[in-house]
């Protein structure tokens, strides 16, 4: 395949040949004999209204020998997508399920927080409302002094020493917030969603950079596990994957 055609989908790689070849659908159509209706959903991708995947693979083939592509390649591009397809759907049942744990662990951690509030605030105001340490005094008795050493002073014996009651500072609450840094080293795409919200898609080349917020987590789709490095507050994160293959990652 050319290298301006690398980057295409077997869709947008059969019509940017067919136009190439100044073919219409109906000259494609007559020479296949496939409908024009199904070209059309070939070249729209349209999984969804596409019969089984054993007729497409014989659309496929058929249509590029008649438009002179390479079948071989326009196949794996076939199969590229469905895997791409299938890790989409994948992605969103995980984040249907991510979402239904996310509101529990909030109100949890909402609990906890509560709690560790209302302790600090409890062991503060003891402290400072603690009762006085109220000493009774007796009469000093004073010792003899011995003659050769009149300037020595007496100690009043006794008396209890007072202590002052010790506040202890409330311990700090620690910032939250995630910040994610992407560079792409190669062709790839990525698909996140940070903190539950609806999702966002990149389409990256090799030097491109993102930097993304959240404040509890990011779930992540890489459509090339071996395409982009990934920092989360300045420390890195490993990608665990091929090149080649896509992943699915959550951080933390």
């Known amino acids: ?68 592509a390479d079948e071989h390649e326009t196949i794996q591009l076939y199969f590229q997508s469905l895997h791409e397809l299938e890790d989409s759907v994948q992605f969103e049942k995980d984040l249907k399920r991510s979402q239904g744990k996310f509101w529990p662990r909030l109100l949890l951690s909402m609990a906890a927080l509560a709690g560790m509030m209302a302790l600090t605030l409890f062991i503060y105001q003891k402290a400072t409302h603690a009762p006085p340490n109220i000493a009774i005094e007796k009469p000093a008795i004073k010792e003899p002094q011995p003659k050769d050493n009149p300037a020595e002073e007496t100690i009043p014996v006794g008396k209890p020493i007072e202590e002052s009651p010790v506040l202890k500072p409330a311990p700090e609450l620690a910032s939250s917030g995630l910040t994610m840094k992407v560079i792409a080293t190669k062709e790839t795409w990525l698909k996140v969603i940070s903190d539950g919200q609806e999702p966002q898609r990149f389409n990256l080349s090799p030097g491109n950079s993102l930097e993304l917020k959240a404040e509890a987590d990011f779930n992540l789709l890489i459509g090339d596990a071996g395409g982009l490095r990934l920092t989360v507050n300045g420390k890195p994160v490993e990608i665990i994957g091929k090149d080649g293959e896509a992943v699915n990652i959550r951080i933390p």
């Open 1 to 68: 395949m050319a290298d301006s055609r690398k980057s295409l989908t077997y869709g947008r790689y059969l019509k940017v040949i067919r136009l190439e070849k100044g073919l219409s659908l109906s000259e494609v159509a007559q020479e296949t004999r496939i409908s024009v209706d199904n070209l059309l959903l070939i070249e729209a991708e349209d999984h969804a209204n596409l019969p089984s995947q054993v007729f497409v693979k014989g659309f496929i083939r058929a249509y590029a020998k008649a438009i002179g």
